[in-house]
């Protein structure tokens, strides 16, 4: 760890002395090995099914080269990530509220990696990112592949959702991202956990499933939880299509349901307090 990571995480302790927090958010990262698989459809949604439990959700698009959140859900946001690290905006000027019972935090296109911050930039980030903690969730949306940013937020967070499809390379993609997982992070307390998106049938998706889960527990000597599958949908194509999402433009459709049987299974089987966000940026500034 840098002599900046370890003052930073003592600034950040510090400041966080005397604020109060329920300290359960619950951050959860969606990554997959390849583009075009369905992750960032994948976030919005199970965000969106999370809030139509009752629960407060933020997503946040953590793609800080192509932020692609904000097309899905038809929003033009004013303001982004780049101007809350820059110091040009409070987290409360970038927040969006949307028509969908969530809140957005639109990605900074064109920025590079948080690993270059300035400690004042970083320091920043932390303070913002710290006002976060009154949510129940945090959707954290990032970016495709494996760089320094995505196995960042994915070591930070309570749970990492993978998502492939039936696809031979996105299979393969999809352990090579665990792999890396397994060898780069040294918290292995992380709930790991896969989605099966865009099958034709359940055994489609249990099949897929069970080749990545069994790969990882030979040679990896990793636990990877099934999750659940997302069938191919016809609906979540015009839902991509008219920019909306599938979950609230067509909620009874065969992809809705499953995604709201997959957060139904996160909330009872396994279900762990989160973390909060103070340990998540502890974890994301500890890398």
Do not use: W
Not at 24 to 35: H, L, M, N, P, Q
Not at 182 to 198: C, F, S, W, Y
Not at 235 to 262: R, T, Y
């Amino acid at each position: 760890m840098t002599d900046q990571a370890e003052q930073l995480r003592e600034i950040m302790r510090t400041r966080n002395e005397d604020k109060t927090s329920t300290g359960k958010t619950r951050v959860i990262a969606v990554s997959s090995g390849k583009g075009g698989v369905g992750k960032t459809n994948m976030s919005i949604n199970l965000a969106i099914a999370y809030a139509q439990l009752g629960k407060k959700v933020i997503v946040m698009d953590a793609d800080l080269g192509l932020a692609n959140v904000n097309v899905a859900l038809g929003i033009i946001p004013k303001y982004n990530l780049y101007h809350l690290i820059r110091k040009k905006k409070k987290m409360k000027d970038i927040i969006l509220d949307t028509n969908y019972g969530i809140q957005f935090v639109a990605g900074a296109s064109g920025f590079s990696k948080i690993a270059n911050l300035s400690e004042d930039e970083l320091e920043n980030f932390i303070e913002e990112i710290s006002t976060m903690s009154s949510a129940d969730i945090i959707v954290i949306d990032t970016s495709a592949g494996v760089s320094h940013n995505v196995l960042s937020f994915i070591a930070a967070a309570d749970d990492a959702i993978i998502v492939t499809t039936p696809e031979p390379t996105a299979i393969t993609d999809a352990y090579g991202i665990i792999k890396i997982i397994a060898t780069e992070i040294d918290n292995m307390n992380l709930g790991l956990k896969l989605i099966v998106n865009r099958v034709k049938s359940v055994t489609e998706g249990k099949k897929v499933a069970e080749r990545v889960i069994s790969i990882a527990s030979q040679f990896l000597n990793l636990k990877v939880d099934y999750l659940g599958y997302v069938y191919e949908d016809p609906g979540v194509s015009n839902a991509v299509l008219k920019q909306k999402p599938f979950m609230i433009l067509d909620p009874g459709g065969k992809a809705a349901i499953c995604v709201k049987h997959i957060v139904s299974r996160l909330e009872k089987v396994e279900f762990k307090e989160g973390g909060g966000v103070k340990q998540f940026i502890r974890k994301l500034i500890g890398r």
